[in-house]
T-cell receptor
Framework: DAGVTQSPTHLIKTRGQQVTLRCSPK?????VSWYQQALGQGPQFIFQ???????QRGNFPDRFSGHQFPNYSSELNVNALLLGDSALYLC??????????????FGPGTRLTVL | GDSVTQMEGPVTLSEEAFLTINCTYT??????LFWYVQYPGEGLQLLLK?????DKGSNKGFEATYRKETTSFHLEKGSVQVSDSAVYFC????????????FGKGTMLLVSP
C-alpha cells in the first residue's frame, strides 16, 4: 500500500512567481491537510480539504489556495511568492473511517526555495 | 488558541541512556495528543498517541502518558539507540473542527555510540 505521495520533491522559484504542489493521499483516505514547516520550526496548518471543499483554514493569507479532486488528490497553490514562503510543505491524509480520530499520515514533503 | 510547548534541543545522549522530552499544552476541552518523529530528509511519522486523560501511548520502546492535571505529555524511552537520532514533535489534535494538528517547535535528539 503506497503511502502519501507528494510532488515535486524540490522546487526553486523566484519572488513573485506562482507555484503548484501536488499530493496523493493513501488508499482509503478522503481528507487532505496541508502544513508549512519553516526551517527549525514545527509544521503549521494551512488548510484542509474534504469532499472537494476547503473545510478549515489556518492563519495563512489568500495567496495560499488549494483544490481537491474527485479522486481525493489535492493541490496547493501559492501566488506572488515571498522569500518567507521558503519551507517544507507537508501533505497529510486521514482515513474515511472516523473511528481513527485525528490520526493523520504525512507525505515526505516538497521543499520550496524562493530566491 | 491551542498551543504546544516543547523543551528546546538539541538533546545529546549516549547510547543506552534514558530519554525524557518534555511537552506541555494549552487547549480548550480534551484534545488528542501525539508524538511525531522526523528523520533527516523525511516527512513526519506518527510515533504514538493518546486520546484521553491517563492514556499511555507506546511504540518502539517510547512511552508518553496523557496527564490532564498537569497538561503534559512527556516522551520517555528507557534506553536510546543511535538510530533514534531525529527530531521529535509533540502535537495536539483539535477538539473542535476537523482533525487539524497543532505542533510544538520540535526537539532534536542526537545519540552517540
Amino acid at each position: 500500500d503506497a503511502g502519501v505521495t507528494q510532488s515535486p520533491t524540490h522546487l526553486i522559484k523566484t519572488r513573485g512567481q506562482q507555484v503548484t504542489l501536488r499530493c496523493s493521499p493513501k488508499s482509503g483516505h478522503d481528507t487532505v491537510s496541508w502544513y508549512q514547516q519553516a526551517l527549525g520550526q514545527g509544521p503549521q496548518f494551512i488548510f484542509q480539504y474534504y469532499e472537494e471543499e476547503e473545510r478549515q483554514r489556518g492563519n495563512f493569507p489568500d495567496r495560499f489556495s488549494g483544490h481537491q479532486f474527485p479522486n481525493y488528490s489535492s493541490e496547493l497553490n501559492v501566488n506572488a511568492l515571498l522569500l518567507g514562503d521558503s519551507a517544507l510543505y507537508l501533505c497529510a491524509s486521514r482515513h474515511r473511517d472516523r473511528s481513527s480520530y485525528n490520526e493523520q499520515f504525512f507525505g515526505p514533503g516538497t521543499r520550496l526555495t524562493v530566491l | 488558541g491551542d498551543s504546544v510547548t516543547q523543551m528546546e534541543g538539541p538533546v545529546t545522549l549516549s547510547e543506552e541512556a534514558f530519554l525524557t522530552i518534555n511537552c506541555t499544552y494549552t487547549a480548550t476541552g480534551y484534545p488528542s495528543l501525539f508524538w511525531y518523529v522526523q528523520y533527516p530528509g523525511e516527512g513526519l511519522q506518527l510515533l504514538l498517541k493518546a486520546t484521553k486523560a491517563d492514556d499511555k501511548g507506546s511504540n518502539k520502546g517510547f512511552e508518553a502518558t496523557y496527564r490532564k492535571e498537569t497538561t503534559s505529555f512527556h516522551l520517555e524511552k528507557g534506553s536510546v539507540q543511535v538510530s533514534d537520532s531525529a527530531v521529535y514533535f509533540c502535537a495536539l489534535g483539535a477538539v473542535s473542527g476537523y482533525s487539524t494538528l497543532t505542533f510544538g517547535k520540535g526537539t532534536m535528539l542526537l545519540v552517540s555510540p
